[in-house]
């Protein structure tokens, strides 16, 4: 069982930035895509961006946050971030990290400010 854990969310203004961080446990993270999800209030949970596995994996982004969010992930350190640039309220949601396309984490808060 992998053990998926996010960080990084808060309170920020509309054009702010905040960085996101998920670590997950075990010695299988690099064999793994890894991809963050979000749901706000009343909303589905929607995907945002993924990385492939590996090294190098390629990067993928709902066109909501294209060019806007960057996902990488360090394989040394088990983790995946998710930087989030120009932010605005519509990006207000509660944000999961999905390792390998089994394991989710338990969210983290992020809340922009107008």
């Known amino acids: 069982q992998v053990q998926v854990v996010e960080s990084g969310g808060g309170l920020v203004q509309a054009g702010g930035s905040l960085r996101l961080s998920c670590t997950a446990s075990?010695?299988?993270?690099?064999?793994?895509?890894s991809a963050w999800y979000r749901q706000a209030p009343g909303k589905q949970r929607e995907w945002v961006a993924t990385?492939?596995?590996?090294?190098?994996?390629?990067?993928f982004y709902t066109s909501s946050v294209k060019g806007r969010f960057t996902i990488a992930r360090d394989n040394a350190k088990n983790t995946v971030a998710l930087q989030m640039n120009s932010l605005k309220p519509e990006d207000t949601a509660l944000y999961y990290c999905?390792?390998?396309?089994?394991?989710w984490g338990q969210g983290t808060q992020v809340t922009v400010a107008a």
């Open positions: 990385i492939g596995s590996g090294g190098g994996g390629n990067t």
């Open positions: 999905y390792i390998g396309g089994k394991y």
């Open positions: 075990g010695s299988s993270f690099a064999n793994y895509a």
